[in-house]
């Protein structure tokens, strides 16, 4: 009886050191498109780099390209097709708790007896907007959680910019230069909308909590002068904010609390039978 009492706590110890062992792991996936004509590029080989196991997928007709058991973190991605650019993506962060969607854009590889190759790294001052040329700034979400003070709120995050500041009663008013946070424009895919805050003062354009939920949104473009001619109403500044492309194919939870209060969003599908219905 005591040997096979003690056979037990054996098998019990080695099956807890297995289940507190196992790494956490996510999807990727996405679809791989021309960029220029916008339609899918079929046979893009999708690769993680770096990784201990040998972990990839290949589009499909629709371009579209899953990878299972990615390990949590950051990653770094290789696209690579015949006709096309080689696409290194470094630095892609792999969450536990949601699926990383990626659309990806290939270039045209033309081949020439003689070339010239032009390089560059990304300018992350350059605006989504290409009629803005000065005074413009594009931001992600993640950078809404990583600047000190936002409270994942992308009007408190503005105010680390150069020449924006908030206002003294602790509000996400954003003050432009000394302009009066009256004249900012708030525009939502390209459509003007009133003030997006709770709590807000009559004709103001701030408030104490912002109605646009950080993980809903995707990489928008902030305006502290030189507006693009569409931004004719503008004053002050305009914050064009952009909706991030959700879940098409699983449901997916998320649930925060902190300093400003609690909150929690759903994404996917309406019904398993529907995949192109997202919350």
């Not at 956490?24 to 080989?45: C, E, M, N, S, W």
């Not at 105010?159 to 525009?187: H, K, M, Y």
Request: charged share 20%; glycine share 10%.
């Amino acid at each position: 009886m005591k040997t096979k009492n003690f056979l037990l706590f054996c098998l019990f110890i080695l099956t807890a050191s297995a289940v507190f062992g196992q790494n956490l792991t996510q999807t990727v996936r996405g679809t791989v498109i021309d960029f220029d004509t916008k339609v899918p590029v079929i046979g893009a080989k999708v690769i993680v780099v770096d990784s201990t196991l040998s972990l990839g997928a290949i589009s499909d007709v629709n371009g579209d390209f899953k990878i299972e058991n990615v390990p949590v973190g950051r990653i770094q991605l290789q696209i690579n097709s015949v006709g096309y650019q080689l696409i290194n993506l470094p630095n892609i962060l792999v969450e536990s708790g949601k699926e990383k969607v990626l659309t990806l854009e290939m270039v045209e590889d033309i081949q020439t007896l003689s070339k010239v190759t032009v390089t560059s790294q990304k300018d992350k001052s350059e605006s989504i907007n290409k009629m803005a040329t000065v005074s413009a700034k594009t931001f992600t979400v993640e950078e809404t959680n990583r600047y000190a003070g936002s409270l994942n709120d992308p009007a408190r995050m503005v105010s680390a910019f150069a020449g924006v500041t908030g206002n003294a009663e602790g509000d996400n008013d954003i003050v432009v230069r000394g302009n009066s946070p009256r004249g900012i424009l708030w525009r939502l895919e390209g459509i003007d909308i009133p003030n997006p805050n709770h709590f807000a003062g009559e004709g103001s354009t701030g408030g104490p909590v912002n109605a646009l939920n950080g993980s809903m949104l995707a990489n928008s473009d902030f305006f502290s002068g030189a507006f693009a001619p569409e931004y004719g109403n503008a004053v002050s500044g305009v914050f064009d904010v952009k909706f991030r492309q959700g879940n098409n194919e699983k449901r997916e939870y998320t649930f925060s609390a902190g300093l400003m209060g609690i909150d929690g969003t759903l994404e996917g599908p309406f019904k398993k039978a529907t995949e192109d219905l997202i919350w």
